[in-house]
């Protein structure tokens, strides 16, 4: 069977489809027995210059050369972009053409909305490559866990925030340093605001979420921290209790009986012995925790051109053999449940917590009175003398809930002369 396929954005994800569909061509045929060809692609520049492959299919801005065209049954959204993204596709689905993207802004935002499009219309709408890039996680939370219960799913997801946190730690890159290299490197979104700020992550945990637990959470549910605000000090503190600094997604079951769900991106303390914390660069892992599976990690690229355009590739050949096996229109996780956010209460951590106070006789003692008060209690406790006559504390805790910790934010930010300068979960 002739497939044709009309591909929004020739950026650094649409050239590496390109790229596996011209040099892996024979293989794709004689596994999915179908001959997936470009038709059509339109980009934003037409005077760009394209480097890496044949330009075998013409090149335009008008959406319509591939929404209109009949000899187009794939279309693939590797764009980027929120409001005109969201117009192809439901444009796209509602021609009855299939779809692929690896827009997670746009899954995460309209994803229930463009999935009941997609059924309505016996079309495959597929997003492999939007969580943690050439990591087949969406398809194995699918298909591999039905018959067990997730009670967390976690892990690195934004390529962009590890390769800057590691480039930092062992290339002794600046922040900015590491940032335009990653940008460079093609790890970075149009906007790397989304990265750093922890919005990329969210939008992954969104979805995460959805295929982990049902659920169809939206970003004001989730807590967002980026890693903007962590500093050198904050991780030099960190490594030396025996701690990596990695920005973590975290979903999981909370509450006596698992009945509530936390969803959270934060910068997190990981022990050095646990395999996150090898997890370096652009990669990411996840981990899923199932009752009956017990731990599994999946580790791989979470950016770039190549891995992220093999997810891609797979959603491709999986709508492929959809349509040889005339099957199309099964949604791509058919999972669902109504959401329990948790509550403050329920979100039980153990914490790292730094804190700056003037450095008179007493003020370390009010300060563990304040944490006694919210009944907060510490497993190590470090002092350094900071600038301008100010002590730096740091704090490892026993766990303690997001609720307790609003009661000491709360007293401190009454206090004079003392600062919360830092507080991130500690991971186990
Ligand atoms: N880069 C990565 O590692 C990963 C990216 N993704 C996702 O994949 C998508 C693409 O990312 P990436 O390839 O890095 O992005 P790039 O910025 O490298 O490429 C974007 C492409 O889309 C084109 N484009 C942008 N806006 C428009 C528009 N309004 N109309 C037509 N064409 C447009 C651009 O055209 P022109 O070339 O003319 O500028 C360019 O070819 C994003 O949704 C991203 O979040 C997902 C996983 C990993
Ligand atoms: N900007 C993203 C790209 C992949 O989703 C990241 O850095 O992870």
């Known amino acids: 069977m002739d497939i044709g396929i009309g591909l929004f954005g020739l950026g650094t994800v649409g050239s590496g489809v390109v790229k596996i569909l011209q040099e892996n061509m024979d293989q794709i045929t004689k596994r999915t027995g179908s001959r997936l060809t470009v038709k059509h692609a339109v980009?934003?520049?037409?005077?760009?210059?394209?480097?890496?492959?044949t330009q075998d299919f013409p090149i335009t801005d008008n959406a319509s050369d591939i929404l209109d065209n009949d000899d187009i049954q794939i279309v693939v959204e590797v764009m980027g972009t929120l409001d005109q993204a969201y117009d192809i596709i439901k444009r796209a689905l509602n021609a009855k053409k299939h779809v692929v993207t690896a827009n997670k802004d746009l899954i995460a935002s309209h994803g229930q909305e463009l999935v009941a499009i997609a059924e309505a219309n016996g079309v495959?709408?597929?997003?492999?490559?939007?969580?943690?890039?050439?990591?087949?996680?969406?398809?194995?939370?699918?298909?591999?866990?039905?018959?067990?219960?997730?009670?967390?799913?976690?892990g690195i997801i934004n390529g962009t925030s590890n390769f800057i946190l590691t480039q930092m730690a062992i290339n002794n890159l600046s922040y900015a340093e590491a940032l335009k290299l990653a940008?460079?490197?093609?790890?970075?979104?149009?906007?790397?605001t989304n990265d750093v700020e922890g919005f990329d992550a969210a939008f992954k945990l969104i979805i995460l979420s959805n295929f982990a637990f049902g659920i169809q959470p939206v970003l004001g549910d989730l807590t967002i921290n980026g890693i903007?605000?962590?500093?050198?000090?904050?991780?030099?503190?960190?490594?030396?209790?025996?701690?990596?600094?990695?920005?973590?997604?975290?979903?999981?079951r909370v509450g006596d009986t698992k009945e509530a769900i936390s969803i959270e991106v934060a910068p997190h303390l990981v022990p050095f012995t646990h395999p996150l914390a090898t997890v370096n660069n652009e990669n990411n892992a996840v981990l899923v925790n199932g009752e009956s599976v017990g731990e599994v990690m999946l580790y791989g690229p979470g950016a770039g051109e190549m891995p992220t355009a093999n997810s891609v590739l797979s959603d491709l050949t999986n709508v492929a053999t959809d349509l040889a096996l005339n099957t199309p229109g099964r949604p791509f996780n058919s999972f669902n449940q109504d959401l329990n956010l948790a509550k403050p209460s329920q979100r039980v951590a153990r914490r790292f917590i730094v804190v700056e106070v003037d450095d008179t006789p007493g003020a370390m003692y009010s300060v563990t009175g304040m944490f006694a008060a919210a009944k907060i209690s510490f497993t190590d406790l470090k002092q350094t003398p900071a600038a301008n006559g100010t002590a730096r504390l740091v704090a490892l805790t026993h766990p303690a809930s997001d609720a307790?910790?609003?009661?000491?934010?709360?007293?401190?930010?009454?206090?004079?002369?003392?600062?919360?300068?830092?507080?991130?979960?500690?991971?186990s």
């Open 43 to 53: 980009v934003h520049n037409l005077n760009k210059p394209r480097h890496g492959f």
């Open 124 to 154: 495959d709408l597929f997003f492999e490559a939007a969580v943690a890039g050439g990591i087949p996680i969406l398809r194995t939370l699918a298909s591999s866990f039905t018959a067990d219960e997730i009670s967390r799913v976690a």
């Open 183 to 192: 940008q460079d490197k093609g790890f970075a979104e149009s906007d790397p």
């Open 228 to 252: 903007a605000n962590l500093t050198d000090t904050d991780i030099a503190d960190a490594n030396s209790f025996g701690y990596a600094v990695k920005l973590l997604g975290v979903a999981q």
């Open 404 to 427: 307790q910790l609003n009661v000491i934010r709360t007293t401190i930010r009454n206090a004079d002369g003392i600062n919360l300068a830092a507080e991130y979960k500690i991971f």
